[in-house]
């Protein structure tokens, strides 16, 4: 078996006072080592509840998920999570915002090597600079760039985003989704983010998993998307082929799996 | 950063923004595209008037804030004055209160045995026994009220008896001190735990409830332990919660203590003020009510101060 991630017939019911909801069904999803995975659907969609699977804060009702042919129990730093808003502890500061992860993860290694990590991955943000800052005196996008540095730094197996940038205006999102093709093109990661912006999906993404609508959501359809890296948004712009991609996604959302108006 | 190559009437931007890169890009079209040809000649002027204005609305501010007060003083004075003409003749003047007031502070720490001392000494004592009432009640009740907020099931076993015991005044529970001490030290300070120990048990179960799920997802991440936990995340999450908890407990102590003071009797500041009854010194008994107020704002005051360097979302 060639894949790093497995996800095999996922099954959520969650219990509500209003009798059970079944959030996912049969969710199949085989993820290989260096594969950038974006999942998108409506919201609502149980998006997050995969996401929360694989990170090991929901337990599945049913099925298994797998990460190097392990079975995945109880969440754990190498599946480490950049939180849709950042949550960085407010009293710390960035630096040791930083520093609790990583005296999780290098608890062994000598103070200095810790230290010398803990910078190493602010640089990759470029947040350094703000290193002795508290998380109030930062901007929204330099608090979700040291929430990445934070993820970063645990040396995840797999790294899961969860909405990293919904709550940033458009520019700054714009930033931070070119620092983080070239954090990938450096390290690699598996990637598991969740996005409702199809651009986002189609610009970052190796492959776009497509969610139906719940509940008892499931994959709906999976895209390759088979763009050469690196990848630069002004040129993409005008290539036929990422608007084919992108067109592909939008009619899966706005066509096939229209959300019922509210 | 670009800010340098920007015309000098063009402010890129009029804060520091912490993210000085995003800033700038926002900021980029508008100040070169449209530059204002007339501003430069007009800007300087409004500025001082604007400034003056500002100057203006501020002394007055400050004045009325010393008028209005100095104002309710006044009547509360003439007030005074009026009582001791008309109503109760036995009450001290002002000016008799006023030389009186200068007699007692001036030798705050005379000691010519247990009972005869100075107010300072008054001070001391109840302030000792508000200190270790309060300390103790710290002791017990924030690390209970931290297994209430973990725990639903220490907060359904505690939560009914607190219910009842919270709204029952302190000095209830005197008589208990005394037959379980034997002393009545001991027993000022006991009723100054109990008064202490609700809101601090209350509002440190509070602040740990309050925590954002998002913390807690992060420690789960990172696997701290329980006691990593706390020490990390739970503890000082919860802190401003507890420091609120403190200083109102402290408040109301400091307030009980007057009144159990002058059941117990002893040294302290509520004995003095039963025992300058006694004495008919009602002049003393009224300097007592200011000081008290006072050292209540002091009291209050330092607790405000911890209350603020520990707000983690103003820093």
Redesign the interface.
């Known amino acids: 078996m060639t894949s790093y991630l497995d996800l095999q017939h996922i099954d959520m019911t969650f219990a509500t006072p209003k009798g059970d909801f079944n959030a996912l069904r049969d969710v199949n999803l085989a993820v290989r080592q260096g594969e950038f995975i974006a999942l998108i659907g409506h919201s609502g969609c149980g998006k997050s509840t995969v996401l929360n699977v694989v990170?090991?804060?929901l337990d599945a009702t049913s099925g298994v998920a797998l990460l190097k042919n392990r079975e995945i129990s109880g969440?754990?730093?190498n599946?480490?999570?950049v939180?849709q808003?950042h949550?960085l502890?407010?009293?710390?500061t960035v630096y040791e915002n930083v520093k609790?992860?990583v005296d999780?993860v290098m608890a062994d290694k000598p103070k200095a090597e810790r230290r010398d990590w803990v910078m190493h991955n602010l640089k990759l943000v470029h947040m350094e600079h703000a290193a002795d800052?508290?998380p109030?005196?930062?901007?929204g996008?330099?608090k979700q760039r040291v929430g990445i540095a934070r993820a970063l730094a645990?040396r995840p197996d797999v790294l899961l985003m969860d909405e990293p940038f919904g709550a940033l205006d458009a520019?700054?999102r714009a930033?931070l989704q070119d620092s983080v093709m070239e954090i990938q093109a450096e390290l690699d990661n598996t990637v598991l983010m969740i996005t409702h912006d199809v651009d986002e999906a189609v610009l970052l993404s190796d492959r776009i998993v497509m969610m139906t609508n719940g509940p008892s959501a499931t994959i709906g359809e999976i895209l390759a998307v088979d763009l050469p890296r690196p990848r630069d948004r002004l040129k993409l712009a005008g290539d036929p082929h990422y608007h084919h991609l992108r067109g592909r996604v939008l009619e899966f959302l706005y066509q096939k799996h229209q959300k019922t108006a509210a | 950063m670009s800010a340098q190559i920007l015309p000098l009437n063009a402010v890129p931007a009029d804060t520091p923004?912490?993210?000085g890169?995003?800033a700038t890009?926002?900021k980029l079209p508008e100040t070169e595209a449209g530059p204002a040809p007339a501003t430069p000649a007009v800007a300087p002027r409004p500025v001082p008037l604007l400034q003056d204005r500002v100057r203006r609305e501020k002394t007055a501010a400050i004045l009325k804030s010393i008028l209005l007060p100095l104002l309710t003083f006044a009547v509360i004075l003439a007030a005074w004055i009026y009582i001791h003409d008309h109503v109760a003749h036995g009450f001290p003047t002002p000016g008799q209160t006023w030389d009186h007031a200068k007699d007692v502070l001036a030798h705050p720490f005379y000691d010519n045995g247990p009972n005869d001392m100075g107010i300072g000494w008054q001070l001391l004592y109840s302030l000792g026994r508000v200190g270790a009432g309060f300390g103790l009640a710290a002791l017990v009740g924030i690390p209970l009220g931290f297994m209430m907020g973990m725990s639903d099931g220490v907060r359904m076993a505690f939560t009914p008896l607190i219910q009842i015991l919270k709204p029952v005044s302190p000095l209830a529970w005197l008589p208990i001190g005394l037959m379980l001490f034997k002393a009545v030290d001991p027993s000022a300070i006991f009723v100054i735990f109990i008064t202490c120990i609700w809101p601090m048990i209350i509002n440190t179960a509070a602040g740990v409830k309050a925590i954002?799920q998002?913390?807690m997802?992060?420690a789960?991440?990172?696997?701290?332990g329980k006691l990593e936990l706390v020490r990390?995340?739970l503890f000082?999450?919860t802190?401003p919660y507890v420091v609120t908890g403190m200083r109102l407990s402290l408040g109301i102590a400091w307030m009980v203590i007057v009144a159990a003071e002058m059941l117990t009797g002893g040294v302290g500041i509520g004995f003095w003020v039963w025992d300058e009854w006694n004495n008919l010194n009602v002049s003393s008994i009224i300097i007592a009510i200011g000081v008290i107020g006072g050292v209540g704002i002091v009291l209050d005051l330092l607790m405000g101060f911890v209350q603020q360097r520990l707000d983690?979302?103003?820093?």
């Open positions: 990170a090991g804060l969440p754990g730093p599946r480490a999570v939180f808003n949550s502890l407010p009293w710390l609790l992860a999780k800052k508290r109030g005196e930062i901007s996008g330099m645990m520019l700054t930033h | 923004d912490a993210d890169s995003e890009i926002l954002p998002d913390y997802n992060v789960a991440v990172l696997k701290l990390r995340v000082p999450a802190l983690y979302s103003k820093h």
